[in-house]
């Protein structure tokens, strides 16, 4: 199985790694700081280094317990061979960026409104999240704006644990999705908090305080159903 060192540590920018598998410009290591897409968050980019050999790597998916890495063209090392990462650090923190605003909509609008999140996807600084609501306005979404960035502005600090699934799961509200996506075999559980406004389970990559998401900016709003709305979002 591939550690994750990005569930402890998203500031991590490079790694170093063992291949333990290899499939044409497929490749999996002992260990990662790549985020594998998953829970709406695209997969980092970045290069690696084996030997004297330099690779982008263009995608990375989980797969079987093991993170496959996909490079811009076939592997010419083997399994054993020791690695160097770098991440794409800028689009890694826009997506931390735009990751810790979703979770600050999803606070607000659970506190506020007490309203479950039906979907949601970002790419970096570009986001958007669906909401249980049955009605949707320009006021409405003027004033999502102004309490986001209220909460950004309060500087709150970001709290990453990983918790068995049965004390994860005695939390009150831990799933913010209208549906439980966790796995019933999944045993220990990451949480994020955002101290005073929010605490749910998540595996992405998020900032250290609110304070380095910016300002959120609501691009657009529109209806995806009787009791489905959507906000879109910019992170300036």
Known sequence: MTELLAQSDAYLREFDATVIAVNGDQVAFDRTAFYPRGGGQPSDQGELRVADESYRVLEVKKQAGEVWHKLDRAATFAVGARAHGALDWERRYKLMRTHTALHILCGMMWRDY????????????????????????????????????????????????????????????????KINLLPPDIQEVRTVEIVGLDLQADGGTHVANTREVGRIKVVGHESKGKIN?????AVE
């Open 114 to 177: 007490g309203v479950s999140v039906t979907g949601g996807d970002m790419e970096p600084l570009a986001a958007r999240m669906d909401f249980e609501l049955e009605r949707m306005s320009a006021d409405f979404a003027h004033d999502v704006e102004e309490k986001v960035n209220a909460e950004i502005a309060a500087a709150r600090d970001i709290r990453v644990k990983i918790l068995p699934r049965a004390e994860a799961f005695a939390i009150p509200d831990l799933i913010r999705t």
């Open 229 to 233: 709305k959507r906000l879109r979002i």
